[in-house]
């Protein structure tokens, strides 16, 4: 249906080496990334941070798109992903779950619908049908 595309480049190697990622979006646009921007406090972005966007997001659209087919279409919502890289033991690295906090604000709508419509848009996201990582999700509704 659709493809997206990114490009990574990495010049230098392990700890010393810089990178670069763009969209071809041109939303990035070489934004600089390294072991200092993904360990550290180094001005930059890193895969789990970029993987944190792209699944809050995901699952904050899709979750509108869930409400609207229910019939509401007024309301706000803000969602913060988690992304946890950990190491895997064998000198890598995994991310191992991704935590979803959403804050809600949908008139009119119940607890349980809510719930219930949270909890199909996470399970559905396409962002966390690629992830393999725990996906946890916790909301507050206004």
């Given at each position: 249906m ?13 700890k ?27 001005k ?17 659209m ?17 969602t ?53 990582a ?9």
């Open positions: 659709t493809t997206r595309t990114a490009t990574a480049r990495y010049e230098g190697f392990g010393e080496g810089k990178g670069q990622i763009s969209s071809a979006s041109g939303v990035l646009d070489a934004t600089p990334y390294s072991f200092n921007t993904r360990f550290g406090d180094e930059g972005t890193n895969p789990e941070e970029l993987v944190a966007a792209a699944h809050a997001g995901c699952f904050t899709a979750l509108s798109f869930a409400l609207a087919r229910a019939g509401f279409n007024e309301g706000s919502l803000e913060t992903a988690a992304v946890k890289l950990d190491s895997d033991g064998e000198g890598g690295f995994s991310i191992t779950r991704s935590d979803l906090t959403l804050k809600a604000n949908v008139p009119g709508i119940s607890e349980e619908q809510f719930e219930a419509l949270a909890k199909g848009a996470e399970a559905n996201c396409p962002v966390s049908k690629l992830l393999k725990e996906i946890t999700l916790t909301f507050e509704l206004a």
